[in-house]
Nanobody, 124 residues
Framework: QVQLVESGGGLVQAGGSLFLSCAAS????????MGWFRQALGKEREFVASISWSGARTLYADSVKGRFAISRDNAKNTVYLQMNSLTSDDTAVYYC?????????????????WGQGTQVTVSS
């Protein structure tokens, strides 16, 4: 059974930083793109960032470009999201996702495996 488990969310003041992790189990994703999405209360889920299978290429939403950084450690089957200069607009549940397609990406979708999400709240 494939599982993606996010961690690292929490409450932070505006201007602060958080570091999210997503550990995958049940299969390896070393040949698959992985990504982060978020969903704010009352809004649709939106793409945040994606990273290619090797980690060599990344893709970001305009709203986070220059502030967030996605990375991965294939040996640990884990993807990360470093979030800096956070604002209240970044408040959302953050989801990790994995693409089942072989060596496609980075990509905004579709993704085939999803984590349960971790809450990020930025206080202004």
């Amino acid at each position: 059974q494939v599982q993606l488990v996010e961690s690292g969310g929490g409450l932070v003041q505006a201007g602060g930083s958080l570091f999210l992790s997503c550990a995958a189990s049940g299969r390896t994703f070393s040949n698959n793109a992985m990504g982060w999405f978020r969903q704010a209360l009352g809004k649709e889920r939106e793409f945040v960032a994606s990273i290619s299978w090797s980690g060599a290429r990344t893709l970001y939403a305009d709203s986070v470009k220059g502030r967030f950084a996605i990375s991965r450690d294939n040996a640990k089957n884990t993807v990360y999201l470093q979030m800096n200069s956070l604002t209240s607009d970044d408040t959302a549940v953050y989801y990790c996702a994995a693409d089942a397609r072989y060596r496609v990406g980075p990509t905004t979708g579709p993704y085939h495996y999803w984590g349960q999400g971790t809450q990020v709240t930025v206080s202004s």
